[in-house]
């Protein structure tokens, strides 16, 4: 019996929002900023910003990309 193969990911993980694992590295300087500003998701008041410099908590954007990565993953399946 030849052994089991695993289904193709349709959706490689470097095309991926979300890095393997799930979380951001929102470690850099670039992430925090001093004034609190409201986060684009939630509303609620950060200091973090995303990658475009807009105001997000990094659960929320966290949240939406694993969001977007699930929407991917189904139209994707939908096209198997
Ligand atoms: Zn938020």
């Known amino acids: 019996m030849p052994p089991r193969r695993r289904k193709p990911d349709p959706v490689p993980e ?3 929002a979300l890095p393997p694992g799930g979380l ?3 470690s850099g300087s670039e992430h925090f900023a001093q004034d609190a500003l409201p986060c684009w ?7 973090m910003r995303d990658d475009r410099g807009i105001p997000a908590d990094k659960v ?3 949240r939406a990309l694993a969001e977007i990565d699930q929407i991917v993953q189904a139209h994707a ?3 198997l």
């Open 24 to 26: 951001l590295d929102w």
């Open 41 to 47: 998701h939630c509303g609620a008041p950060t200091h």
């Open 14 to 16: 470097r095309t991926r």
């Open 60 to 62: 929320c954007a966290e």
């Open 77 to 79: 399946q939908a096209l």
